[in-house]
């Protein structure tokens, strides 16, 4: 299958909300409520922030927020912060015990 | 606290072998579902697949089959990446991740374990 389209990069100030899209098709986002949110800093392991579509991980904030809607899921983060800068993946079931990533957006805080 | 502590580094030359470890700690290893996610220099995450810990039965996700094995052993609670025949673009750090049986999610990821592959 091929990897869920995410933008290349987004930016935003201090204070600001920004959002990520992650589009797939109707055999991966489409079809099922399985989409999750992965924050990745340099040289760093990927983070669990968002699962199933919308739900945070205990430890997470909460201005971290998911949704979707048909085959297009999207990660919003409010009140941005320096410690935000980072890279995030979407990643959604795909039926067939498989799943997919996104291609990842690197997020710049201005 | 469930951790999981990868193998280190390795460099490898063309045409050789290597096998990447995880080992799980703090919890039920034979209930995991273990995967495996590649990155390579400078790109994002790859899904290769992932393995029934409880029956050892893997699953490989396209463009990983023949080459890649999953394997795991309960009595040390540890999976198991295997790379055959290797390439100069199985260079990457391999990520093994635990998925969450109840939310689908890779909850638990382990530090990667870099591969580089050069004569």
């Known amino acids: 299958q091929s990897a869920l389209t995410q933008p290349a990069s987004v930016s935003g100030s201090p204070g600001q909300s920004i959002s990520i899209s992650c589009t797939g098709t109707?055999?991966?986002?489409?079809?099922?409520?399985?989409v999750s949110w992965y924050q990745q800093h340099p040289g760093k392991a990927p983070k669990l922030m968002i699962h199933?579509?919308?739900k945070r991980p205990s430890g997470v904030s909460n201005r971290f927020s998911g949704s979707k809607s048909g085959k297009t899921a999207s990660l919003t983060i409010s009140g941005l912060q320096a410690e935000d800068e980072a890279d995030y993946y979407c990643?959604?079931?795909?039926?067939?015990?498989?799943?997919?990533f996104g291609g990842g957006t690197k997020l710049t805080v201005l | 606290q469930v951790q999981l502590v990868q193998s280190g580094s390795e460099l490898k030359k063309p045409g050789a072998s290597v096998k990447v470890s995880c080992k799980a700690s703090g919890d039920t290893f034979s209930s995991y579902a273990m995967n495996w996610v590649r990155q390579a220099p400078g790109q994002g995450l790859e899904w290769m697949g992932w393995?029934?810990?409880?029956?050892?039965?893997?699953t490989y996700g396209q463009g990983f089959t023949g080459r890649f094995v999953f394997f795991s052993d309960t009595s040390v609670s540890t999976a198991y990446l295997q790379i055959s025949s290797l390439k100069a673009e199985d260079t990457a750090v391999y990520y093994c991740?635990?998925?969450?049986?109840?939310?689908?999610?890779?909850?638990?990821w382990g530090q990667g374990t870099m591969v580089t592959v050069s004569s």
């Open positions: 199933e579509g919308s």
């Open positions: 990643c959604s079931y795909a039926g067939g015990s498989s799943w997919v």
């Open positions: 991740a635990s998925r969450d049986s109840e939310t689908d999610a890779f909850d638990i």
């Open positions: 393995i029934n810990t409880k029956t050892g039965n893997p």
């Open positions: 109707s055999s991966d986002v489409g079809s099922y409520n399985l």
